[in-house]
């Protein structure tokens, strides 16, 4: 089960996908997040990755979006028998690190905002350059909305796995502090913008506690540039 399985609700009951219970402190953040970008672009593609049997969908159509899924092969086919795909909902089956996944992304001009809870800490550190370099180039005028632990708590969570892994689902191999976010703009020339979603100014004023708990960040990516604005650069 995915961070973000834990976060959200589960599976829809026999009421149908839209009797819902209010996500947790950090599903909330993700979807503040989410409700912004789709403010900005009300058609855009929501890609949620490693979502497993979220139903965030329901929670935050506005009757526009279109949503894509990304889930390894095994766990798609058990997300189409559950909840099959519709009109504005597809689920494709690709690992996160396969970027092939990017291609099954239709009009991204129309916006994109991808969505990747307790995903990028089970990666490696290359993996998630790779990946966020990978969304700057293909989504201009995108975002990307991720959670993170803290260093202190990643070394943490990893002697709390153990050898055998312990309750966690993967190993948490990448962490980030709140201090190197702006590291994180210069993976890639077409990132803009990083921030923090949420009050985390308290967080500052008490450092212990802040190296504990996870952030939930929103990369922006830069939009496409025009072809005159293009031609006049080169001239």
Request: aromatic letters at 6%; a positive charge.
């Amino acid at each position: 089960m995915t961070e973000s399985e834990r976060t959200e609700t589960a599976a829809p009951d026999e009421r149908g996908p839209g009797a819902l219970r209010e996500p947790g402190a950090r599903g909330r953040r993700f979807d503040a997040a989410v409700r912004g970008y789709l403010a900005r672009y009300p058609g855009a593609t929501v890609v949620a990755l490693g979502e497993g049997l979220g139903t965030g969908f329901w929670r935050l159509d506005n009757g526009l979006l279109n949503w894509l899924t990304v889930l390894a092969p095994e766990t798609a086919a058990v997300r189409r028998i559950l909840l099959p795909d519709g009109p504005r909902r597809r689920t494709v089956a690709r690992a996160v690190t396969d970027h092939r996944w990017l291609d099954a992304v239709q009009e991204p001009e129309r916006g994109v905002v991808v969505t990747a809870p307790g995903v990028l800490m089970r990666l490696s550190p290359s993996a998630v350059r790779a990946l966020l370099a990978a969304c700057a180039e293909r989504f201009p005028g995108g975002a990307l909305v991720f959670d993170a632990l803290p260093r202190t708590a990643t070394a943490l969570a990893r002697r709390a796995a153990g050898p055998g892994g312990g309750r966690w689902p993967g190993p948490v191999r990448w962490g980030l502090d709140r201090a190197e976010l702006p590291r994180v703009a210069g993976v890639h020339p077409g990132i803009v913008a990083v921030r923090e979603v949420g009050p985390a100014g308290w967080l500052r004023r008490m450092p212990v506690l802040g190296a504990l708990t996870p952030l939930v960040c929103e990369v922006r990516f830069a939009a496409a540039r025009s072809p005159r604005r293009a031609s006049s650069a080169v001239s």
